[in-house]
């Protein structure tokens, strides 16, 4: 059964939705919305319905938030407070009802995006924390994670350094470039404590696209479909993530003796499932 | 981030809370007439939030987007403009502030509402501590029929519309500005909000609103002067 993370709010059933909720985490230009739009083809094609939601999308507060970051006039307490809005209005109109149909809900970032942009502007932790405690605990968090480094010619060779994901909010003295460093650095060193808090399932973004892909669909078709592991088709030197305790494929690896495995999907070409344990350290860490 | 209570400004915040028609809005314009006279400089803090959050708070309340926490976050962040663009940086340049309601009225309502009264403390936590939080204790009829001769009919998130509580917006009204009375009186002790009988006439209840402002600013050296 789903549960929130703390407080309930009025009006909310929990006890009947049969979806799964999979959250798609990462930082800005790390190719988060290619890979969702690749998981929702993919999903559909094996019979599963897809809702594919994200930041600012709600009907409610999505244009509000867009015009107030064009006049970048919103103090940053206000700011969170709106995106908390808009994070409410699409769990109670979008992704609660999805899930009681039982669709497959992807999200393009939750709530753990919202709290590393709030911790990075010195908000209090513990406020955020209880600010979004009604949000619903995800089947899976998938971390999509790249070093500044890697990250910077993907942004530069695509669609330029944007005043929001270079912090220049903050700070607003230098030039992009180095608002851009420090701000993402900032940002990355947040998100990996959170990995590690909220047992995010890391995916290294650096290779290309086609291969992130690969490594994604093998944990969401063990989340999605619980198909159990198999020890000789774990490839050598990969490292499998542990399943969550009570899940389909923990009580099947609990079965056969085993900690925890990987996965070989139905139909998929045997390719090793390499998902990194949350403690790994980046390319470029520190 | 400082915390309800942490702030130390310069200045003075006054506020007013109370049900529709309990008198504040009267009493909170006459202390902005003496505190003027008396040539401090003194503003008033209305709820003129940035355009943006407030087009839509008006969008969601006119198509009645608005569950009990959209409506609970859309005014939090409407108050958190407040604060963060008008209020504190009065109070940082020394002056009077004067607030007709404040997060007390979001405490009252929201809980009406069904959420977890701890959750909306902690929300609202950024807020500045007033220095004194005046609370206008009217009952129920007396401010009901106060209503009755000023405007015709309630809007629908005032009169609880939203929470289904009955068919009639005269009976739901009532319903629910009486679950809101219950709050505020929860919150008299729990935020030691100074009580005015707001039975009394007008003159009554603003000389002793007088008396405690007057107290507060006897030991304020760096007050603003009007200009």
Known sequence: MKESYGVTLPGMRLNDLVGKLIVVEGTDGVGRSTQITLLKDWLEQRGHAVLNTGLSRSGLVGKGIKRAKEGHTLGRITLNLFYATDFADRLEHEIIPALRAGFVVLTDRYIYSLMVRAMVRGLDIEWIRNVYGFALKPDAVFYLRIGVDDLIPRVVFSRGFDYWESGLDIHSTEDMYESFRRYQGALLEQFDK?????????????????????????????????????????AEGAVPFAPEPGTPAAEAAKDKGEPGAGAKLKGEPSSPVELESAAAPASDAG | MKRYGDHRFPGRLFIVEGIDGSGKSTQLMLLHRWLRSEGYGVVFSEWNSSMVVKDTTKRGKKRKLLTPATFCLIHATDFADRVERNIIPLLKAGAIVLCDRYIYTAFARDVARGLHPPWVRDLYSFAVKPTVAFYFRVPLEVSIERLHGARAGFKFYEAGLDLGLSEDPDESFRVFQGRIVDEYEKMVPEFGLTVIDATQPIEAQQEQMRQVVLSKLEKAKQLRVAP
């Open chain 1, 194 to 234: 959170l990995a590690e808090e909220y047992k995010f399932k890391v995916v290294d973004a650096t290779p290309d696209p086609r291969k992130v892909f690969e490594k994604l669909r093998a944990g969401i078709a063990r989340v999605v479909e619980g198909e159990p592991a198999k020890p000789s088709e774990i």
